[in-house]
């Protein structure tokens, strides 16, 4: 038996790194014609957010012209213990719940269905995406005007009766809509997720004796877990913004009974014209926006890896 040793010019040699100055360089080209872009979203954001972080810190009330003192933290404080906005905070967290659970649950339901091969598939898929490209402003006065008005609208015309939908169901109304409108979003993310699954494994289930929902509770469900994550932390980030719906259909009433904090943050600064206590509020909105688009974010992350690695 012979053994063949290979010549030192014939070895495998490692790959030659090009210079550390050169790849930081190449990275930069590469970079460059991004930094408008940057400078342009650090301008129209990142400066005005500063500017609202100091704004945070001032005793600033628009009906009392003169000097704005610096207050520190007493804003935040006023923000946190003020009961007005601890009941804006709750609202906001059952609106936004209220709207994600339902549209989430309808989107589910409806992408199953579009799952399946029929006759105008596509014609229905895109008349239940359509609610989606209304405008927020617009879809919330159609509710309020075409749906819930009790003279003329249409659940009182096809079920009788003069109900006022909006004074007895304030919360229930703007959940409503908002459903409406945000149930296209979750149906298509999870129709993604559904047309990922492999249909090989799906058949051998059957093959196997697994009726459907079987194979809906063991096998599709937990495929879209992280879909059903993705939708439910995207659309909170969205919907805990939601400011159209309340301010077009209940004004944020009866009482304070659908204010939630972006139309109380409207309300301090332009009825009450305290412009550093609304800078707070808005600082907390966004402190509580990020935490939630840190989660959406690794789930966006576990999404491409598990693409990734199949």
């Known amino acids: 038996m012979t053994t063949t040793v290979a010549r030192p010019d014939e070895r495998i040699q490692p790959p030659v790194r090009p210079p550390k100055g050169s790849t930081q360089k190449e990275r930069w080209i590469r970079r460059a014609p991004l930094l408008p872009a940057l400078i342009f979203a650090i301008l129209i954001t990142q400066i005005p957010f500063l500017y609202t972080l ?6 600033w009330n628009a009906l009392k012209p003169g000097k704005h003192p610096f207050i ?3 804003n935040y404080v006023t923000v946190l213990t003020d009961s007005r906005l601890r009941a804006a905070l709750v609202n906001t967290v059952i609106l936004t719940a209220g709207a994600v659970i339902f549209s989430m649950i309808l989107g589910l339901v409806l992408a199953l269905l579009l799952d399946r091969k029929f006759v105008g598939r596509p014609i229905v898929r895109t008349l239940l995406i359509t609610p989606f490209l209304v405008m927020p402003i617009a879809a919330a006065l159609l509710w309020k005007h075409a749906i819930f008005n009790p003279a003329y609208g249409l659940i009182n015309g096809l079920f009788g009766g003069s109900t006022d939908w909006i004074s007895s169901y304030p919360k229930a109304a703007v959940i409503t809509t908002l459903v409406w409108q945000w149930t296209p979003f979750m149906m298509l993310i999870l129709l993604a997720g559904l047309q990922s699954q492999s249909n090989d494994v799906l058949e051998a289930a059957r093959v196997d004796g697994a009726n459907a929902w079987q194979i809906f509770r063991r096998m599709t469900l937990p495929h879209l877990r992280q879909y059903l994550e993705l939708g439910g932390l995207l659309g909170s980030i969205y919907l805990v913004n939601t400011f159209d719906a309340v301010f077009s259909i209940t004004q944020g009433g009866p009482g304070t009974a659908t204010t939630n904090l972006p139309y109380e943050i409207y309300l301090t600064t332009f009825r009450k014209f305290e412009y550093g206590e609304a800078s707070a509020a808005g600082v907390i909105v966004v402190i509580l926006t990020i935490i939630v ?16 690695n199949r």
């Open 54 to 59: 100091y704004l945070s810190t001032l005793s």
């Open 72 to 74: 520190g933290l007493d």
């Open 293 to 308: 688009a840190t989660f959406a974010l690794r789930v966006i992350s576990s999404l491409f890896r598990m693409e990734e």
